[in-house]
């Protein structure tokens, strides 16, 4: 049983007439552990992660993508707990509090963070949207042919249809602004810590079935053997932009959950768990998909329609297929949910604290700013197909905006302001536990990986995202 506590905000925010005195925050050690989790698994693991390693050179992909793990993200993660569990507040509120002088600028990389957060909310929520959606399609029978041919027409009607795509994008909508309403413990802490169990479970089940299908083999020597030619420069830099969409870091999210942390949580100790079960997810789903993928005679590097088309029509193809395709697309819905649960929550925190809004009245304005931004990414296959803004669609341009160019900025200056501006004294005190914790090791590392590490590694991504440099 956990018991519900309750965090004293910092002084600033007291001095706001009319505002709780209180924060709502998580409240055990594991649910934290699951909410992070719950925001750091997403469509990336199931989708993304096995399409990317599938398509540049197997394990060899998935040991840079680690390493890249460990130099950029997971301390960029640690920068974001930490800033927001000392500040106890929104991501922009955090950066200005924090910083040392009110004349530096730092509360930019909040609002690069609240922004950055609702442009992938508007082309997530359709993603999320088409995965719902192959739920009904998946009971029904409707998309379950052993023929790409029929399941890329069954996905491209619903792509195309305007009132579908919206229709299906503000289900998910109503879904995430539902939980978030009933507020941090109650709705993400309460439900991800029972989504996150049942979608191991789920994924172990698909794949015990796809491991033991005739053939399975192929594909799991696919999946892990190295071809370390497939590695240029240009495919360790992808590496490291998923690693930063995996785990969820450089644009508020971490900072918003740091808020919610309790005192006595370990920090690195916290990052270290979810980055290495976040990994497990990732590893099962590429075992889940590719042994059965390679079964059938299908091919592994579909890249994005490899989840709406190649996987119905190779659980069509395997007995009991259409229950465990169900089972999929369950899975799929629960990791896109705590996903974007994370997203939400940053502009929900910042307008609940910041303005006169109640969180309630917050997750209306968050919501119907969504559907309306949105509609312009759920439309972009259809009536907004032809328009183009620097020749992308506003689905594609809402994706390079936010992981091309806000996510890198905000991780790179996160590392500056850790390593630079906040310097070892007060990281050590705060990442300690206030010397509780005896972890002066992972300090010292952490330290010097985001003092100098980090944040060299991020430039390269960024120039090489802004086409500065191209390799
Ligand atoms: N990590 C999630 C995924 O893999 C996506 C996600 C959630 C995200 N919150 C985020 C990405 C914040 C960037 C920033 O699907």
Redesign the pocket.
Known sequence: MSIITKTKPPSSETKDPGKPLVRDSFTSKLGVIFATLG???????IW?FPSMTGANGGAAFIIIYLLCTLLVSVPVMITELMLGRTARANAITTYRNLSPKKSQPWWLVGVSGVV??FL?LAF?TVVAGWVFAYIGKAITGNVLSTNPEVTSQVFSRLVTSPWESLIWQWIVLIWISFVIILGVSKGIEGLTKRLMPALFVILLIVCVRSLTLPGAMEGVRFLFKPDFSRITPGVILMAMGLA????????G?MTAYGSYYRDDQDIPGSALRVMLADLSVSILAGLAIFPAVFAFGFKPDAGPSLLFITIPAVFASMPFGQFFLILFCILASIAATG?ML??FEVPVSFLAERTKLNRTGATIVTFLALAAVGATAALSNSILADVKVAGKTFFDLYDFISSNLL?PIGGFFLAIFAGWVWKFPKIQEQLSNHGVLKNRGIIRIYYFIVRYVAPALILLVMLNGLGIVNW
Do not use: E, P
């Open positions: 925001s750091a698994v997403g469509l990336g693991n993304k950055a957060a992938i997530y930063f969409f995996k785990l969820s870091v450089g644009m999210t996903a994370s997203l996510m």
